[in-house]
């Protein structure tokens, strides 16, 4: 029979261990239950956004120099046209394997104390236990981070979706020297295609499209500049799937339950932000439970999530339009001030004055374009 626990944490995936670790960090008793061992790995573009490093940062979570690629900006591509935008000054982004991300989380859990519950399906909830198959854990808190399929969400009857649109997803890694510090989006007709750096031999491509049964060697095909590439170059990882979507839930929390992570609503791929929303939410979480108040974190996780939410339905909008992508990508071109301040808005470094002139200037750049 195992103790009893202030904070018990469904899920060791990034969200549920950054939850452990910021509720560790406010006192709390934590325990977290995973049905997987670590390290665990999954489908992901392995893109860190600033925002995801600063939130690293306060959970005093640090990855190792050399398992680490920095990112200056991100790169668009289709048909031989590219246009790119830096982070701003001061500001970068990063790409860690998923793998290497999820073990200093754990090491940094483990080292706060957190008692880690490897191997352990959680396979039900009731008032205030969570169970188990040894038995059950009395816990005044329980965190649901079980990710995009969250059983967790279901048992607290907190499934009901405000908006939801779905797409899938691939990823695979290839032993290749990264040619850009970039994060690179190439747009094809049906999908895009991610390319990020992953170590200093490795790239890591995923691809995303409404299409369940597009693979990555079919999917690449649409992207002849990344193709010739990657031709030829040793597989790394085995291709692993997963969903992608904008998700938002009418409400992430009900009494001593709450939703964080994938399990708490996502957004799409193309945004890059799963992990930056999840650390921040964890922020947030803990800082609630502190004041004993998950309304507090409610108003958060709303608030996290409208940028982007926002950012995701917006560049989706050329998705299956490619002469759109066309015109938006050289009047990015031609006018990279305005990529930079779309960017800037993106990571969370918002200029209205700028973001009103510039949506002036774009509209008029995309019909001359
Ligand atoms: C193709 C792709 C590319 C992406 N690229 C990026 C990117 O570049 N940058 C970025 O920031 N985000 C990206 N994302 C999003 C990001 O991967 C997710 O937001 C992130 O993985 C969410 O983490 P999580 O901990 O909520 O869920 P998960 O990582 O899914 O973890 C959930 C955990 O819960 C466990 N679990 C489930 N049920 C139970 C149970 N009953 N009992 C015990 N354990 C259970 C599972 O074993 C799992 O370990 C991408 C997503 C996809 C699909």
Redesign the pocket.
Known sequence: MLDATDVFV???????LAAAIAARQQGFRVTV????EPP?D????????PE?IIALKRLGVAVPAPEICRLKGVRFLRSGVSAEADFPSGLFGLSVRRIALHRVLTERAEGLGVQLLWK???TGISDKEVDLADGRVGARWIIG????NS?VQRWAKLDRLSHSSWRY?F?RHYRVPPWTGRLEVYWGKHSQAYATAAGHDQVCV?V?SRHPQLRLDEALREFPELNRRLRGAETTSAERG?V?ANRRLKRVYRENIALI???SG?VD?IT?????L?FCQALALAEALRTGALVHYQAAHRRLARRPLFMARLMLLQDGRPGFQHRMLRALRRRPHIFRNLLALHVGVPSPFHLALDSLTLGWGLLTA
């Open positions: 469904i899920g060791g995936g990034p969200a549920g239950a995973d049905g997987a665990i999954k489908a992901c573009g392995e893109a860190l956004m995801a352990q399906v959680v981070a079980d990710g995009v059983r997803a990823r995923a995303a997963a992608s992570g994938d399990a996502t791929t890059g932000e799963g992990l930056d999840a």
